[in-house]
């Protein structure tokens, strides 16, 4: 018996790489790299990914309903077989996987506790230093008009997701605002 076990699906896998395709889905708008000038760089890229998965799981973590932890945790978990997975297609060695996952899992870690305050308060200033230090390295003031309207989508997006209802949520629907439905940065309390 405890061999069929190692074959075994852990509860809600098919729900999380679902949520988190369409996570992914809304952080590869062309948008972003256009517009708000996000680096089209393997760390651009993840940071857009870690916001909408932080906001998704956010939104998991903050449902009455008790799956919802379990469905956050399959999310989060689809990310990091992802994340394994490509780096893998990158080729990556197999010697160096482990520890170049785990220096992902903190960043991600670190960017949604950064975020977290901000989103809690709805503060938009806050929200958008923290993407300029973490999506742009930087390289762009806190103050400029990308990181403010990143901000705004990310207060919206949050929004969004908590009016979604958990039903939908079950059947791997989750709907992420475009950023030309997030109001712009004079309007994000920014």
Excluded: C
Excluded at 43 to 70: E, K, N, S, T, W
Excluded at 113 to 120: H, K, V
Excluded at 166 to 179: Q, S, T
Aim: charged residues 25%; glycine residues 8%; aromatic residues 8%.
């Amino acid at each position: 018996m405890a061999l069929f076990g190692l074959f075994r699906r852990k509860p809600h896998e098919r729900l999380g790489f679902e949520l988190y395709g369409a996570a992914v889905r809304a952080a590869r708008q062309p948008v972003f790299f256009t517009e708000l000038a996000v680096p089209d760089t393997l760390d651009g890229r993840f940071d857009l990914i870690g916001l909408q998965v932080a906001l998704l799981i956010r939104r998991l973590h903050r449902d009455p309903d008790p799956r919802g932890p379990g469905i956050a945790q399959a999310v989060f978990d689809a990310m990091f077989a992802d994340m394994d997975f490509n780096l893998r297609e990158m080729g990556v060695g197999d010697m160096s996987i482990a520890r170049r996952v785990k220096n992902m899992w903190e960043a991600f870690h670190g960017r949604a506790q950064a975020y977290e305050a901000p989103l809690q308060s709805g503060d938009g200033a806050a929200l958008a230093e923290a993407l300029a230090r973490n999506v742009w390295r930087g390289a762009l003031p806190a103050d400029a008009a990308q990181p403010r309207r990143l901000a705004a989508l990310a207060l919206a997006t949050d929004t969004s997701l908590a009016a979604q209802p958990l039903d939908a949520l079950l059947r791997g629907e989750a709907r992420f605002p475009a950023l030309e439905e997030a109001p712009h940065d004079r309007d994000a309390g920014a």
